[in-house]
Each structure stands twice: as structure tokens, then as C-alpha cells.
């Protein structure tokens, strides 16, 4: 994948500019369309691999992931005239990559969702236990740990995400933990939940 910035000309976003209130292909809108370019590609070189990360984890399929992230960036683009303004726009694209993940795996026709049986490759041995652990929960529990512990969001930011309140995000963490405890046999510290 080239992540290498797309040169945009002045002459060029002038020529395909809309009028505005400065009159006809002016120079302003361009120049703000050239920033809003370069604003989103910093945004996606940001983004992009924790989010693609974090849906490989949850998903177990490294393919998979890359192209529901693909096209969560492709839809945060669209909309990226408002998304530019919020607060955080990466919880968008987060909520947004999880949504396509249940949609591909509700198209898939399957009955559950699937374990990690293969993960992708960390480097240390104890990184790939935790994605097998993590390839055992349900996927709300899988999401949430991975967003709050892995990812390191906030309560509230991964609550956002998730589309729930922090005190059920709290709930899902919680159960989570306990059921990685019962898989590892491993005590876990819940303080940071």
C-alpha cells in the first residue's frame, strides 16, 4: 500500500472548484480543499494501523481487516467535511470499521463469530498467547478489550465507539476479564477497566 502524500496542484484544485461566496474558482477554496487533503492524510496515517491492528485482532483475518479498514477511511473521506470539525473523528472511523466487521460477518452467513485460529504473528510468544485468549471471547468483549487495553482509549472513547454507555463498556470489560482469567488461569488486574 503507498502511503506517500498525492501532490495536489493549486491549478488543479482551482480548476475543479466550486463557486463560493469569493466568486468562481477561487483561490480560498482551494487552498482550503489542498489543506483538507493534507489534514485527512495525516489523519489516516495516524489511524490507519491501529485501526486496521485493532479489527485484525478482533477478527483474526489480516486481509479481512485491511479492507474493512480501507473502507471505513474511504467512508471517513466522504464525510470528512464535518468529521474535520468533531471532536474525535477517530472514533468515528473506529465505530465505523466495527460496524463493517458485523455487516461482512452477518453477510458471511455465519452462525457466530469465529475464533482467532490464526492470528497474525507478534513478536513475542506472550502477544500471541493474548491473541488466542482474545480469539475465545465474544466478539462485544473482544472489541471492548481491545479498544480500552490495547488500543488505549479512554472508557468514555471506546464507549463511543462501541455505541454503549461507559457503564456497560465497564460491565463487557469486566466480564471480559473474568473470562480470560478462567481461559489463562492467569490473575488479571481490572483496576485499569
Same mark, same amino acid.
Given at each position: ?9 493549486? /491549478? ?5 472548484? /466550486? ?15 489542498? %489543506?483538507?487533503?493534507? %489534514? ?21 483475518? $489480516? ?6 479498514? %480501507? =473502507? ?11 468529521? +474535520?470539525?468533531? $471532536? ?5 472511523? @473506529? ?8 455487516? @461482512?460477518?452477518?453477510? !458471511? ?17 506472550? %502477544?500471541? &498467547?493474548?491473541?488466542? #485468549?482474545?480469539?475465545?471471547?465474544? #466478539? ?7 479498544? +480500552? ?7 468514555? =472513547?471506546?464507549? $463511543? ?10 460491565? /463487557? ?9 478462567? #481461559?489463562?488461569?492467569?490473575?488479571? &488486574?481490572? =483496576? !485499569? /477497566?
Amino acid at each position: 500500500m503507498d502511503h506517500r502524500k498525492a501532490a495536489v496542484s493549486l /491549478t488543479d484544485l482551482v480548476a475543479s472548484s /466550486t463557486p463560493d461566496e469569493r466568486g468562481p474558482r477561487s483561490v480560498s477554496y482551494a487552498v482550503a480543499r489542498a %489543506q483538507d487533503v493534507f %489534514q485527512f492524510d495525516d489523519f489516516y496515517r495516524r489511524e490507519f494501523p491501529r485501526l486496521a491492528g485493532s479489527l485484525r485482532i478482533v477478527c483474526g483475518d $489480516e486481509s479481512v481487516a485491511e479492507e474493512l479498514a %480501507q =473502507e471505513a477511511f474511504t467512508r471517513a473521506l466522504n464525510h470528512w467535511d464535518r468529521l +474535520r470539525e468533531a $471532536e474525535r473523528p477517530a472514533g468515528w472511523v @473506529y465505530r465505523t470499521g466495527f460496524n463493517l466487521l458485523r455487516t @461482512y460477518w452477518a453477510k !458471511s452467513k455465519r452462525s457466530e463469530d469465529p475464533l482467532v485460529r490464526e492470528p497474525f504473528e507478534p513478536p513475542a510468544e506472550s %502477544q500471541i &498467547d493474548l491473541v488466542r #485468549l482474545l480469539g475465545q471471547l465474544p #466478539l462485544k468483549q473482544r472489541q471492548a478489550v481491545v479498544l +480500552r487495553h490495547v488500543l488505549d482509549h479512554s472508557t468514555d =472513547e471506546a464507549a $463511543e465507539i462501541l455505541e454503549v454507555s461507559p457503564g456497560a463498556l465497564r460491565m /463487557t470489560l469486566h466480564r471480559a476479564i473474568e473470562n480470560l482469567r478462567e #481461559l489463562s488461569g492467569i490473575e488479571i &488486574d481490572e =483496576e !485499569s /477497566t
